[in-house]
């Protein structure tokens, strides 16, 4: 099968890669849509000592079963692995499993023709679903788990309250999106790349602004504030917008450099929430909610064939695309 294995610091490759064969339990899934996430581009900076080259990416996935007990249908993916026997995942935790794994980081993910993966990992998906639309069920997934987490420690309904979204990449205009539809009061999107702030405008995201060139909000504004970049300099921005009281939802992972103002969160009982994933109802909802169609016509994923991956990663990496989303497609 063809596949796009990830070599080395910057490097892909597009290649034959000997084709899986499903296992007790497992399913063999013909991959039609695999999106690239933030996650991938840590690897393919380096970034990500997990992430061990030679190794094919790629966990936002969706396709049709091809063999296993949902063989013929179509299918979104649970790319995340973990044991089923903890005291986490017995508790409908599984994001918490100490154990878990995640398809494209310890084992070989959706970059590719064809994907092995658990049969209970799978989702079955209406015909009037695309596979492209699809794939964004677990990048939504984390969406959702962090903005449902935050609602059950906000002082107030979140349709009372004032948001900010730091990063408009996908998991934050995806979060934005679903704070939009949750009705809240005011929304603001930090965004630093130029094309993509033209996206989110576009989508009507509210109050979009660029946090290096532009006036940022005065100091204790927000209820609610979602990190989705994580790194020193958004946590310390996510602390001194913070009103009192409030939240800040920490869902990137892009360094763990000094910059949370601890002193603040705790003179102003403002509460930190770090969230990893998602469960399998969080997956179950996103796949819900991107069927319903109530996020709008999502238009904004650009689509490319996964032989131009290369291409497609280096465009993410140069801040080319206003996209906030690139999903692959093998051509089969």
Request: proline share 6%.
């Given at each position: 099968m063809k596949a796009l294995v990830y070599t080395g610091k910057l490097s892909?490759?597009?290649?034959?890669?000997?084709?899986?064969?499903?296992?007790?339990?497992?399913?063999?899934?013909?991959?039609?849509?695999?999106?690239?996430?933030?996650?991938?581009?840590?690897?393919y900076h380096?970034?990500?000592?997990?992430?061990?080259?030679?190794?094919?990416?790629?966990?936002?996935?969706?396709?049709?079963?091809?063999?296993?007990e949902l063989k013929g249908q179509r299918v979104a993916i649970n790319p995340m692995l973990t044991c089923n026997q903890c005291r986490e995942c017995l508790a409908g935790n599984p994001n918490r499993c100490q154990a878990r794994d995640l398809v494209g980081?310890?084992?070989?993910?959706?970059?590719?023709?064809?994907?092995?993966?658990?049969?209970?990992?799978?989702?079955?998906?209406?015909?009037?679903?695309?596979?492209?639309?699809?794939?964004l069920m677990e990048p939504l997934a984390v969406s959702l788990h962090a903005v449902a987490m935050a609602e059950r420690v906000l002082t107030r309904p979140i349709s009372e309250s004032r948001a900010l979204i730091v990063g408009g990449g996908a998991i934050g205009l995806l979060a934005a999106l679903v704070l939009k539809q949750k009705g809240v009061r005011s929304l603001h999107v930090a965004e630093t790349n130029a094309p993509r702030r033209a996206t989110l405008e576009a989508l009507d995201c509210g109050e979009v602004y660029d946090p290096i060139t532009q006036e940022s909000p005065a100091d204790s504004t927000f209820d609610l504030v979602v990190d989705a970049v994580g790194?020193?300099?958004?946590?310390?921005?996510?602390?001194?917008?913070?009103?009192?009281?409030?939240?800040?939802?920490?869902?990137?992972?892009?360094?763990?450099?000094?910059?949370?103002?601890?002193?603040?969160?705790?003179?102003?009982?403002?509460?930190?929430?770090?969230?990893?994933?998602?469960?399998?109802?969080?997956?179950?909802?996103?796949?819900?909610?991107i069927a319903s169609g109530k996020l709008g016509s999502l238009d904004w994923v650009e689509s490319r064939p996964l032989e131009d991956g290369a291409n497609a990663f280096n465009a993410i990496h140069t801040g080319e695309t206003a996209s906030p989303k690139i999903v692959l497609h093998p051509e089969h």
């Open positions: 892909l490759e597009f290649r034959d890669e000997p084709k899986p064969e499903p296992g007790a339990g497992q399913s063999l899934v013909k991959v039609e849509a695999a999106g690239i996430c933030g996650s991938d581009m840590h690897a380096g970034h990500d000592a997990r992430r061990v080259p030679p190794l094919i990416l790629g966990h936002e996935l969706a396709g049709t079963v091809v063999e296993g980081l310890g084992c070989a993910g959706g970059f590719a023709d064809y994907i092995v993966i658990d049969s209970r990992n799978l989702f079955t998906i209406p015909d009037s679903l695309s596979a492209t639309h699809a794939s790194s020193g300099i958004t946590r310390a921005e996510s602390s001194r917008v913070a009103r009192a009281g409030g939240v800040i939802s920490h869902i990137g992972l892009q360094d763990n450099e000094p910059g949370l103002d601890t002193r603040k969160l705790t003179l102003q009982e403002i509460t930190f929430i770090g969230h990893y994933t998602y469960s399998p109802t969080d997956l179950k909802a996103a796949l819900n909610l």
